[in-house]
């Protein structure tokens, strides 16, 4: 009798042992491939967007620490997936404008010594996406952004051989990509629209032939300064002051603009104790080999009260903005001081979506937009030039928060770490469902939704 109940006892625990195994075994289902999705057959149909992941060359500065754990969880995922068929890498994935003012970028090497550099720093990252290259079920697309648009294409395989790069053929520092058989979904970074950002030809350094970079450049050394060299506020370097003589002339308004806005971030946002006067600001990237001050940078009143400055002083006519708007491959030219200002109050980056292909002329074909580039993530309803509903979706950034305070605590796992998904529906892959997410504490968090028809007899372009 004792036998038997002994091998009744050994049965029972060998299935609660199995039970429990198969239960752990159950649970372990990928977040993007849902028990519904995978009930009928297998259909690789989904595209993830992500951006703005700015992926550091050195570990002590990066903007991206503290969410590398969560960001190779997520690719693993994606990599595992069943039903992704495409991932979209939207632009600042690398980055060679974060770097402390001081710093020699390149540290005398190659911009290939860069790539590799930052590729040993994210190690972990970089083997799941040439992992999820190399299995060959998931088409990877590289989107330039404005804080690697320096990097060549040759640069940019060096790190993830094969990828799939999306780049405009005029400037390939920029670019447009247009998912396979999906016309109606345009995905760029944003960056070509923003004063700050978008491409400026020869417009920085007189002196310095074949630069690009725009101000933003020169902004984001010194934020880096600010950070990995933190002071407390009240021993910041006040902004010299500059006065608007001539409220008549358009070109000196424009100016007076930009000073506001470099002003308002050098005392409240970006504030540093450096003598503005010192050269302080190294490059050598971008065609640029000189070392300037911050104050080359900012505008100042000449000796007639003409606000002028040492860099970028032709790009404050409107005529000097539409020349601009045309080499970054913008559609529609808008007004240069609304662009400056919209440089640091987003949602005019966001409307451009609205403006360069909703309401843009031989563009109703596209029906959704998602730009990176602002790092505020969010999703807008549009209707087009001919009433058909449109969506705009910011994937919203990856970074960390930064903090000046190095003994802060900061719940990183709660911050940033969004994306987009874009899933024509099974029964109608002409309905595009819409989903932005956070990656909450590693779990898919939607933050909001949305379903677009598109017609069967699309405009053309």
């Known amino acids: 009798m004792k036998k038997v109940a002994f091998l009744f006892l050994l049965?029972?625990?060998?299935?609660?042992?199995?039970?429990?195994?198969?239960?752990?075994?159950?649970?372990?289902?990928?977040?993007?491939?849902?028990?519904?999705?995978l009930a009928d057959s297998v259909l690789r149909n989904k595209i993830v967007v992500i951006s703005d992941l700015h992926l550091g060359n050195d570990l002590a500065y990066?903007?991206?620490?503290?969410?590398?754990?969560?960001?190779?969880?997520?690719?693993?995922?994606?990599?595992?997936?069943?039903?992704?068929?495409?991932?979209?890498?939207?632009?600042?994935?690398?980055?060679?404008?974060?770097?402390?003012?001081?710093?020699n970028t390149y540290e005398n090497k190659s911009q290939s010594d860069f790539i590799l550099k930052t590729v040993a720093s994210n190690k972990?990252?970089?083997?799941?996406?040439?992992?999820?290259?190399?299995?060959?079920?998931?088409?990877?697309?590289?989107?330039?952004?404005?804080?690697?648009?320096?990097?060549?294409?040759?640069?940019?395989?060096?790190?993830?051989?094969?990828?799939?790069?999306?780049?405009?053929?005029?400037?390939?520092?920029?670019?447009?990509?247009?998912?396979?058989n999906y016309p109606e979904i345009a995905i760029e970074h944003g960056h070509r629209y923003d004063f700050f950002s978008g491409l400026t030809p020869n417009g920085a350094d007189p002196n310095a032939n074949g630069t690009t970079f725009a101000p933003g450049y020169f902004f984001a050394r010194i934020a880096a300064n600010s950070f990995v060299n933190p002071i407390a506020i009240e021993n910041r370097t006040r902004v010299p002051n500059v006065v608007l003589n001539d409220k008549n002339d358009p070109e000196q308004v424009s100016k007076y603009v930009y000073y506001k806005?470099?002003?308002?971030?050098?005392?409240?946002?970006?504030?540093?104790?450096?003598?503005?006067?010192?050269?302080?600001?190294?490059?050598?990237?971008?065609h640029f080999t000189k070392t300037y001050s911050i104050n080359d940078v900012l505008p100042y009143n000449d000796a007639d009260g003409k606000i002028q400055m040492n860099m970028y002083n032709g790009l404050f006519t409107q005529a000097a903005w539409n020349a601009r708007m045309v080499v970054n491959g913008a559609r529609v030219a808008t007004q240069i001081d609304s662009a400056i200002?919209?440089?640091?109050?987003?949602?005019?980056?966001?409307?451009?979506?609205?403006?360069?292909?909703?309401?843009?002329?031989?563009?109703?074909?596209v029906r959704v937009v998602v730009f990176g580039h602002t790092?505020?993530?969010?999703?807008?309803?549009?209707?087009?030039?001919?009433d058909s509903a449109c969506v705009y979706a910011n994937t919203g950034t990856w970074e960390d928060r930064k903090t000046r305070n190095k003994s802060d605590v900061i719940e990183q796992d709660s911050i940033n770490m969004n994306f987009v998904v874009i899933t024509p529906k099974k029964t109608n892959h002409k309905i595009l469902n819409i989903k932005l997410y956070k990656y909450l504490y590693g779990a898919h968090s939607v933050l909001d939704s949305k379903d677009v028809y598109l017609s069967s007899n699309p405009i053309d372009y």
């Open 341 to 365: 200002i919209g440089s640091l109050k987003t949602q005019y980056i966001d409307n451009q979506s609205d403006v360069q292909y909703f309401h843009c002329p031989g563009r109703q074909r």
């Open 124 to 180: 972990a990252i970089f083997d799941v996406l040439n992992g999820i290259i190399n299995d060959k079920k998931i088409k990877v697309t590289y989107i330039p952004g404005n804080h690697d648009m320096g990097f060549t294409p040759a640069s940019i395989d060096l790190a993830m051989p094969g990828v799939n790069q999306a780049r405009d053929k005029d400037h390939n520092e920029l670019g447009t990509y247009y998912p396979d």
């Open 11 to 37: 049965f029972a625990l060998l299935f609660v042992s199995c039970s429990s195994d198969n239960d752990d075994v159950a649970k372990v289902v990928n977040p993007f491939d849902p028990a519904s999705e």
């Open 375 to 386: 790092h505020i993530p969010k999703m807008t309803a549009y209707k087009n030039t001919i």
């Open 261 to 286: 806005l470099w002003k308002q971030v050098l005392d409240s946002v970006i504030y540093v104790n450096d003598n503005f006067d010192d050269k302080i600001i190294t490059t050598n990237v971008d």
């Open 62 to 103: 990066s903007e991206n620490v503290k969410h590398l754990n969560r960001l190779n969880q997520f690719l693993n995922e994606v990599r595992a997936s069943s039903t992704i068929k495409e991932l979209v890498i939207a632009g600042d994935m690398f980055d060679e404008w974060y770097i402390p003012s001081r710093t």
